[in-house]
């Protein structure tokens, strides 16, 4: 469009124009000249620029008007705040395009859709030139209007996103930074539409967006256009790819969970609404919005994307990626791109644990969602259902209150920023509320389905966003505490440290403590939260005449083909996410572990597992896997482990055996799982043997001669040498692993280890508790040690002084 003085083609634009057309459409133009020969789907479009801005602006005379509306407003008072950007608003709404303007802006607008006024929809998308504010990346700072079509709209559609500079959060903003409201302008990108309003579309980021994980990409997807999921009107699918295998052609997609998905954006059908939003159909809410290769075209995208961005700025610059599919052609799209802002930014020198320290707690828990950050907060409950935006400003919202009610939009932000937490019913972990919250660093739960209804006005609550990706709301003040440690200051030792991570929910949290490892991974956990119904029950619950459990099977599988299938990838991604976390350190996952009673409780239970006196001793761990009630759900389980060993490359899980208690029956084992495609050295696969039966230890040579290293598991070698049931009250006094009697097996079995050249390392509770347990181990010469994430830091302390006067006595 050369010539031009307030447009220009979208694919002119570059990185060094952010003055003249703003960031997003910077970026965008950028792609359009380096990314999309590389075959990524940029769809085209023209810029207005920011000097058509300010030409508006003074041709209308608008900008003494608008400095003195804001220099005669108290904006600290929400009312007064609220008049004052309605005023500013109303003006530039009704101020006029000189005739130049207007003549460049439908040619080009006419130039992108050809005759196809009445067909062709448009995006209206705003684009701030300020983009390093430190209130810039606020989501939803300026506004985008969609299906747009016919000049009229168009330009009034422009105007709009003019006005949008001065919504209230934006006034209060850039007078809060002492910034001048002109010294920001405002670009407006006119792009053509993907039909994704009957296909699917959705955010994308590469980096995990709760702790900061640099080697994922996170997807949410869901049906319609996007802009429900930003707004947090839905809850999305989510999907997760660990790049570095990616990049290698793994198929490394480790995360993938059904949203609801509730209702979706499409054109509009009733005259003069651009889009409506309607009911997702039943059948399309129960399934993925994304196969499989979609996932993985998108990932490598969203990775290409910044690499460039990297190598453009000189420093890692994880990015914000707006997508959409073609509901007609079935292609896919990037629409928009921005960095990243908020965990990019955050030092990871600093290892920062809230706990919850309430014993009672459980009976506490109000009601559950989708963690935002990893903190807690209590306060008061400020209902805020039903309330109208324009009466946002009427509202005695306190500073240490807790936000409740349906979802968010920008209109929200002066509140929020007063809000000890926020809790939505709407929303996943990309929507307004989620990316508001962790930039104003407060928890927030979103995604609750029924918090409003739940949670009454003044009530107190505390919000726990630091038990994994699930966040709870307890009823009342809980007690917690906040404890901060800086990981430089952790000495250097000899003895590696590995973690015990129970949920991969916290895997990512924990990526960047400097761990060797993963040395206890339990499947049951993930099986008992994830999979949730009883794996026999799972494979023959057609059989047992329970139309219940049935119906509860069938709505649990939505998304997935079989049973089976849902078996296999639920715990294949539970696995996967603790793997990829600690990739390429060793990651140790223990095969599952239940006793009878455990397993009874799960849907389904009551038809498969006996009754016994006592389960702790009873039928568990690998007397389970080659028996032939069993054998098929231990089938289920290799299978998993193969598929994140082979098809998503993560070669660093091992596993383990578990209450092993003879040689034959490991040789048994051995024998089960190479019928289900798993064999000891088979792909550098290792097998390591749980060692907490005395057997273990007495006949240490003989099993050593059969597996690649011990584990031992002190919690139940405690039990079984001290002859107590540790799940019994009444003999608890004598439960302690640090008697004699235990650490005299424990030296026999590090003796025989090495004696056989097997590593040796520990995953039982006791280092985690007793730091004078760990000084025990690492004397013995220990290979590794498996502690708790809460536990690490005391750990690490400890061995170093052991280690110290380990090293004084051999120099003496």
Known sequence: MKGNIFTMELIEASIEDIDLVGGKNASLGEMLQKITPLGVNIPDGFIVTSSAYFQFIKDNGLEQQIKNIVEQANIDQLKALSSCGNQIRQLIQNGQFSSQMETEITGAYRKLIGDNEDKLGVAVRSSATAEDLPDASFAGQQDTFLNIRGTGKLLIAIKNCFASLFTDRAISYRESFDFGHFNIGLSVCIQKMVRSDIGVSGVAFSIDTESGFKDAVIINGSYGLGEMIVQGAINPDEFIVYKPLLKKGFKAIIE??????????????????????????????????????????LSNWVMMIEAYYTKLKGHWCPMDVEWAVDGITGELFIVQARPETIHSRNKVDYITEYQ??????????????????????????????????????????????????EMTD?????????????ITNKGGRTCHAAIVARELGVPAIVGCDNATEILKTSEEITVSCAE??????YRGRIAFTKKEHRISDLPEINTPVMMNIGSPDIAFRYAHYPAKGVGLAREEFIINNYIKIHPLALLGHEYLGDAGLTTLIRETISGYESEEQYFIEKLSYG??????????????????????????????????????????????GASRYYSDVYKAAFGMECKAIKNVRENMGLDNVIVMIPFCRTVDELSLVYKTMEEFGLKRGQNK????????????????????????????GSNDLTQLILGLDRDSSLVANLYNERNDAVKIMISSLIRSAKKMNVKVGICGQGPSDYPDFAQFLVEEGIDSISVTPDSFMKTVNAIKEIEDKLAVKVMG
């Open 575 to 620: 696995i996967a996410k603790i793997a990829a976390a600690y990739y390429p350190n060793k990651v140790v996952v223990r095969f599952s572990d239940f006793k009878t009673n455990e397993y009874y409780n799960m849907p389904g239970g009551k038809y498969f597992e006996p009754a016994e006196e006592n389960p702790m001793i009873g039928w568990r």
């Open 356 to 405: 919850i320290n309430d014993t009672e707690r459980l009976q506490k828990i109000i009601l559950t969602g989708v963690a935002v950050g990893n903190k807690i907060a209590s306060g008061r409950v400020h209902n805020l259902v039903g309330l109208e935006k324009h009466l946002i400003h009427e509202i005695n919202f306190l500073p240490g209150d807790i936000m409740v009610t």
């Open 468 to 473: 994994g990706e699930t966040g709870i709301v």
């Open 685 to 712: 696969l290792e097998v390591y043997l749980m060692a907490e039966v005395p057997s273990n230890v007495i006949l240490a040579e003989q099993f050593a001669e059969q597996i690649d290293g011990f584990s031992i």
């Open 410 to 422: 920008p209109d929200w932000e002066p509140v929020m920023k007063k809000a000890a937490a926020i």
């Open 256 to 297: 993938k969970k059904l949203g609801k998905k509730q209702e979706q954006m499409v054109y509009g059908v009733q005259q003069g609404k651009a889009v409506e939003v309607i009911r997702t159909p039943v059948k399309d809410a129960k399934r993925f919005c994304l196969t499989d290769r979609q996932i993985l075209q």
